[in-house]
Nanobody
Framework: VQLQASGGGLVQAGGSLRLSCAASGLTFSIYHMGWFRQAPGKEREFVAAISWSGGRQYYADFVKGRFTISRDNAKNTVYLQLNSLNPEDTAVYYC??????????????????WGQGTLVTVSS
């Protein structure tokens, strides 16, 4: 199984980025997908998750309508649109996959597979 995250970079405060995570080696359409992030010196935290069908999305409180998670099962890819970025959003963003259960998980330990991460840096 491989999850390849991309799309990170340097952006000014107020800017936008679109992260992608391409999956291979698994039946993508039966996995819930999540995005997490980890800032220097901090624990990995939940950002967003989406159910296997795309019908349910979940977000961390700090997202506040700024981020949107989506998926394309035909392309085995999950996306995270980041808008209105601020310096506190600076972190390595990771995608993760969880074999389908009824509940879409929001904690790191519940996920089966992880990508390598993509760095998002927001300058003030």
């Amino acid at each position: 199984v491989q999850l390849q995250a991309s799309g990170g970079g340097l952006v000014q405060a107020g800017g936008s980025l679109r992260l992608s995570c391409a999956a291979s080696g698994l039946t993508f359409s039966i996995y819930h997908m999540g995005w997490f992030r980890q800032a220097p010196g901090k624990e990995r935290e939940f950002v967003a998750a989406i159910s296997w069908s795309g019908g349910r999305q979940y977000y961390a409180d700090f997202v506040k309508g700024r981020f949107t998670i989506s998926r394309d099962n035909a392309k085995n890819t999950v996306y995270l649109q980041l808008n209105s970025l601020n310096p506190e959003d600076t972190a390595v963003y990771y995608c993760a996959a969880r074999y389908t259960k009824v509940i879409v998980p929001t904690t790191p330990r519940e996920y089966d597979y992880w990508g390598q991460g993509t760095l998002v840096t927001v300058s003030s």
